[in-house]
């Protein structure tokens, strides 16, 4: 027989805290990839049915192959074929559902934007754990959620657990992206053209023509048809504008400044 350890915990809960949300997450992405997918995918599948007929929650079909294709329609908004942390939320009944909080809040790319930009306050392209837990604060105050301080320290660590992916605790830009919902986090679109520190610099230095440390949108629109074009990837203009809106909500009185940029365009942050 399984040892408790193995069996996945918490699935028959009608509500999950964060922390038992994450525990379930960590069970089934047994390869810690941040994606439940292939095998670990029927294996959550088949614990779920296990545990929804325990309490009474069946579907429609009893054939196993149907019942998964249509659980996938209904949760797999994407449709990559697999089931990611945010998806998960809207499956499991979790507690205050804590990830859709953040995403009520941060609706668009652009208020991300503006968000990460308050709370990197030392513009070093992370988020810091106490940092964290001021952006928390305010995102649950603005959805007029009480908590008291024990909570918050939950909800910091969760997140810092669900999307360090690295451990270093801290939250890079993109980790901290995962917030955001699929159709609207934008930087999900520049993951297959990272550049490095030199390639970067070249880009920049050839829109900032007169080395002012700063570009504008109208330079800044230049660059990111420049990219997309080189990295031979389609995209219509108001796709175009909607990225140019969110990284300039970085900028400073219309200025976009060098180390903004490299944060959203470099494969690693600046040190």
């Known amino acids: 027989m399984a040892s408790p350890q193995q069996q996945p915990p918490y699935l028959h809960l009608a509500e999950l805290t964060a922390t038992q949300f994450l525990e379930i997450w960590k069970h089934f992405d047994a390869d810690g990839n941040g994606y439940i997918e292939g095998k670990e995918l029927e294996n959550f599948f088949q614990e779920l ?5 325990g309490s009474g929650m069946m579907s429609k079909s009893d054939n196993f192959g149907e019942k998964m294709k249509e659980f996938m329609q209904k949760y797999d908004k994407n449709s990559d074929g697999k089931i990611e942390m945010a998806e998960l939320a809207q499956i499991l009944p979790t507690e205050e559902n804590f990830l859709l909080c953040f995403r009520q809040h941060v609706g668009s790319s652009a208020e991300f934007m503006e968000a990460w930009r308050k709370y990197d306050t030392d513009r ?40 360090d992916l690295n451990g270093d605790g801290k939250l890079g ?15 999900l679109k520049f993951q ?29 629109d230049a660059l990111l048809k420049d990219l997309y074009e080189k990295n ?12 140019r809106k969110s990284v300039m909500s970085l ?21």
């Open 124 to 163: 070093s392209g992370y988020i810091e754990a106490n940092e964290l837990k001021g952006f928390l604060s305010d995102l649950l105050k603005k959805a007029n959620r009480p908590y008291d301080e024990p909570k918050l320290q939950e909800y910091t660590q969760t997140i810092l657990r669900m999307f």
């Open 173 to 187: 830009l993109s980790e901290m992206s995962r917030l955001l919902p699929v159709q609207e986090n934008f930087l």
């Open 49 to 53: 049915e296990k545990a929804r007929k």
């Open 192 to 220: 297959g053209m990272k550049l490095t520190s030199e390639e970067f610099n070249a880009i920049f230095t050839f829109y900032d023509k007169d080395g002012s440390g700063y570009i504008d949108e109208n330079e800044l």
């Open 232 to 243: 031979k990837k389609e995209m219509n203009i108001q796709q175009l504008t909607n990225y």
């Open 251 to 271: 900028a400073e009185a219309g200025k976009l400044y060098r180390k903004d940029l490299e944060i959203v365009l470099c494969s690693e942050p600046p040190m």
